[in-house]
C-alpha cells in the first residue's frame, strides 16, 4: 500500500502551516484520497433508497450546549474546510474540517458536532451513542448522511436533490451545504461578534 502522509501537529500563523510533523497512518484515508487502497474505508454503496433517504423530522437542527467533547489520537484528522461529493470524516479517527472560526467534527461516539473553536459547541447531529465506527459522508446526490459501521443512516441533512453538492466550514461560523454558490442546508450558526 502507498503510504500517506499526515499532518499530526502543525504551528499555524496567519491561517497557513509554518511548522509540521507528519506520519503515515493508512487508518484515516479518506475517500478519494491518493494512495488510498480501492475501498479501504469506503462507505457502503450509496444511491440506493434505504441509503439516501431518511426522514428529515428526525433531522436534527439547531443549537446545543454542553455537549460531550470527543478528542481521539493527536487530537483528530483535519481534512481542510470542504467536504467533496464522495468523501467522509470518520468518527474512529475524530476526522474534522476547520476555519479559523469553526471545527466540523465526526466524534467516536458517533456525533457529528460544529464547535465554536476550540471547544464550544453550536451544533450537533444528536446521534452520539446511536451505533459506532460512525462516519459523515457527502454523497454524490448532495445529501450529508452520518452512517454507523453497520451502513445504518443515523441522521441527514436532506438534502439529496442537489447532486455534485460540497460541504463548507465558513470563517464566519457557518457550515453550508452548496451546489455551485448556491446554498442548499446550513448549521445557521454565524458567530455574532
Same mark, same amino acid.
Given at each position: 500500500m502507498t503510504s500517506i502522509r499526515h499532518p499530526l501537529w502543525a504551528l499555524i500563523l496567519a491561517a497557513s502551516p509554518v511548522l509540521a510533523l507528519e506520519a503515515s497512518d493508512p487508518r484515516t484515508? +479518506? =475517500?478519494?484520497?491518493?494512495? @488510498?487502497?480501492?475501498g479501504f474505508n469506503a462507505p $457502503?454503496?450509496?444511491g440506493t433508497d434505504k441509503d439516501t433517504r431518511v426522514d428529515p423530522e428526525r433531522a436534527a437542527k439547531g443549537r446545543q450546549k454542553n455537549l460531550p467533547v470527543v478528542f481521539g489520537p493527536a487530537g483528530g484528522t483535519m481534512r481542510g474546510t470542504q467536504l467533496q461529493p464522495g468523501a467522509?470524516?470518520?468518527?474512529?479517527? /475524530?476526522?474534522y474540517l476547520r476555519s479559523s472560526n469553526v471545527m466540523f467534527r465526526m466524534q467516536s461516539?458517533? /456525533?457529528?458536532? +460544529?464547535?465554536? %473553536?476550540?471547544?464550544? $459547541?453550536?451544533?450537533?447531529?444528536?446521534? &452520539? #451513542? #446511536? *451505533?459506532? &465506527? @460512525?462516519?459523515?459522508?457527502?454523497?454524490? &446526490?448532495?445529501?450529508?448522511? =452520518? %452512517? !454507523?459501521?453497520?451502513? #445504518?443512516?443515523?441522521?441527514?441533512?436532506?438534502?439529496?436533490? %442537489?447532486? *455534485?453538492?460540497?460541504? +463548507? =466550514?465558513?470563517?464566519?461560523? /457557518?457550515?453550508?451545504?452548496?451546489? *455551485?454558490?448556491?446554498?442548499?442546508?446550513? !448549521?445557521?450558526?454565524?458567530?455574532?461578534?
Open positions: 484515508c +479518506a =475517500v478519494g484520497d491518493i494512495g @488510498c487502497e480501492s $457502503p454503496p450509496l467522509a470524516l470518520y468518527g474512529r479517527s /475524530n476526522d461516539d458517533c /456525533n457529528l458536532v +460544529a464547535y465554536q %473553536y476550540p471547544t464550544d $459547541p453550536v451544533w450537533a447531529s444528536h446521534t &452520539d #451513542k #446511536k *451505533g459506532s &465506527d @460512525c462516519r459523515a459522508v457527502m454523497q454524490a &446526490d448532495g445529501n450529508l448522511v =452520518v %452512517y !454507523t459501521g453497520a451502513g #445504518k443512516a443515523l441522521w441527514a441533512s436532506a438534502s439529496t436533490r %442537489y447532486p *455534485g453538492s460540497r460541504l +463548507a =466550514v465558513q470563517d464566519d461560523g /457557518n457550515v453550508v451545504i452548496y451546489t *455551485g454558490t448556491q446554498p442548499r442546508w446550513a !448549521t445557521n450558526t454565524v458567530i455574532r461578534h
